[in-house]
């Protein structure tokens, strides 16, 4: 059964970093897509970083792009999410999410469906 755990959420002044952590169990990791998203106060999910299988490959949202940095440990079954230069607006209890295939992790309406979501970790961005 498909276990993810975030870590690594805090709070942290506006110009500041935090990297967050996905430790992920129940299924073959080596083999998955993984996905970084976040839910703001009042918003609706959305998602922020994209990384294939082999770590070859990443996708990211404009407002973070050369900002945030998603990496992978095979090895230890763990996906990370570095991100240096936050702003308020980066506030956000964020979520990892893994499938079988990138596609289907950027597709538009995947942050708003029914899928297994871990509990989070909440980023809290002051000015």
């Known amino acids: 059964q498909m276990q993810l755990v975030e870590s690594g959420g805090g709070l942290v002044q506006a110009g500041g970093s935090l990297r967050l952590s996905c430790a992920a169990s129940?299924?073959?990791?080596?083999?998955?897509?993984m996905g970084w998203f976040r839910q703001a106060p009042e918003k609706e999910r959305e998602w922020v970083a994209v990384i294939t299988p082999s770590g070859i490959n990443t996708y990211y949202i404009p407002s973070v792009k050369g900002r945030f940095t998603i990496s992978r440990d095979n090895a230890r079954n763990t996906v990370y999410l570095q991100m240096n230069s936050l702003k308020p607006e980066d506030t956000a209890v964020y979520y990892c999410?893994?499938?079988?295939?990138?596609?289907?992790?950027?597709?538009?309406?995947?942050?708003?469906?029914?899928?297994?979501w871990g509990k989070g970790t909440l980023v809290t961005v002051s000015s």
């Open positions: 129940g299924f073959t990791f080596s083999r998955h897509a």
């Open positions: 999410a893994a499938e079988e295939k990138v596609d289907t992790l950027l597709l538009k309406s995947y942050a708003s469906g029914q899928h297994y």
